[in-house]
């Protein structure tokens, strides 16, 4: 049997495969796009019976009046067994093939997160007014409201297990199955929209697309999943922040309230794109 280098098209490591396989399979590693989709599908179906601690909750008003925290508690249990259920499913199908899930964590420099972080403030500033065209209805706010309290359990569901979990499933799996299936810039996209169709909701996706296409190109570039777990961290900690204690007020318009929005908007474009123009030249060199 032939074999022949296959290249690894994000520019790292050829993989040596048989000249057969390439010819009569595409798509040969998991996932591809169909197959990531179908991922999401699952997702969505394990969270069916992982919400059973919800359920289970709620099935007592007057006790969630005096203790709301346990409507937290449950999502907080909903949310690491939808997540981890599903890792396992696509773990599983990853090592049928003879693959392996791969969390790289090439070392960065610590500045390198600093600015991670300002880009992520200021990509979140010019994403908000786009989010903001689709209103949400009153029904779907109370639904967020009762979902995201301000306490240590929705902190530990939104602002730690998301970044992580997230990041391995979105990034490490389905964004390195695409890096190995397609050619960089194709599977960047697609992971994210991935990313924001996930969300399952217009006024996430449109922000989880532009994060998403941020944070596959940074992975790219890096080889490593800690900087995206910073970006998202930081995204969702502003956003948790926000939403419990600032009456719902979204960055941009916090920001423009207590200054004037064109330099709010004017400084964010100018921030993002000299940074990212910094790290693309400065990773280059490296």
């Known amino acids: 049997?032939?074999?022949?280098?296959?290249?690894?098209?994000?520019?790292?490591?050829?993989?040596v495969l048989p000249?057969?396989?390439?010819?009569?399979?595409?798509?040969?590693?998991?996932?591809?796009?169909?197959q990531s989709f179908i991922l999401i599908l699952?997702?969505?179906?394990?969270?069916?019976?992982a919400s059973i601690p919800i359920?289970?909750?709620?099935?007592?008003?007057?006790?969630?009046?005096?203790?709301?925290?346990?409507?937290?508690?449950?999502?907080?249990?909903?949310?690491?067994?939808?997540?981890?259920?599903?890792?396992?499913?696509?773990?599983?199908?990853?090592n049928k093939r003879g693959q392996n899930i791969l969390i790289k964590k090439e070392p960065i420099p610590l500045y390198f997160y600093f600015l991670l972080v300002i880009i992520t403030l200021c990509?979140?500033?010019?994403?908000?007014?786009?989010?903001?065209?689709?209103?949400?209805?009153?029904?779907?706010?109370?639904?967020?409201e009762d979902l995201i309290r301000p306490d240590i359990f929705s902190f530990l569901t939104v602002v730690i297990a998301a970044p992580i979990l997230e990041e391995v499933l979105f990034r490490s799996i389905i964004f390195e199955g695409f890096l190995k299936n397609y050619s960089p810039w194709k599977s960047i996209i697609w992971s994210a929209i991935i990313f924001g169709t996930a969300h399952l909701n217009p006024w996430q996706m449109i922000g989880g697309i532009f994060i998403g296409i941020l944070i596959a190109w940074i992975y790219f570039r890096t080889d490593s999943i800690i900087p995206g777990i910073v970006i998202h961290f930081t995204n969702?900690?502003?956003?948790?922040?926000?939403?419990t204690y600032s009456d719902g007020r979204s960055l941009s318009k916090f920001l423009t309230s207590?200054?004037?929005?064109?330099?709010?908007?004017?400084?964010?474009?100018?921030?993002?794109?000299?940074?990212?123009?910094?790290?693309?030249?400065?990773?280059?060199?490296t």
Do not use: Q
């Not at 000249?19 to 169909?34: E, R």
């Open 1 to 15: 049997m032939g074999f022949c280098y296959a290249k690894h098209l994000n520019g790292r490591n050829p993989i």
């Open 19 to 34: 000249i057969n396989l390439i010819i009569l399979k595409k798509n040969l590693f998991y996932p591809n796009i169909n």
């Open 42 to 49: 699952i997702l969505c179906l394990v969270s069916i019976p």
């Open 55 to 94: 359920i289970l909750v709620s099935l007592f008003p007057d006790f969630i009046k005096t203790n709301p925290e346990f409507i937290s508690i449950g999502v907080l249990l909903s949310y690491l067994i939808t997540f981890l259920w599903t890792i396992w499913i696509a773990k599983r199908k990853i």
């Open 123 to 144: 990509l979140g500033i010019l994403i908000e007014p786009l989010s903001e065209l689709i209103p949400m209805p009153e029904e779907f706010a109370k639904i967020f």
């Open 236 to 243: 969702n900690f502003i956003g948790f922040l926000l939403f």
């Open 258 to 285: 207590i200054s004037n929005s064109f330099m709010v908007y004017f400084t964010s474009i100018f921030l993002l794109i000299s940074i990212l123009y910094w790290i693309n030249k400065k990773l280059k060199t």
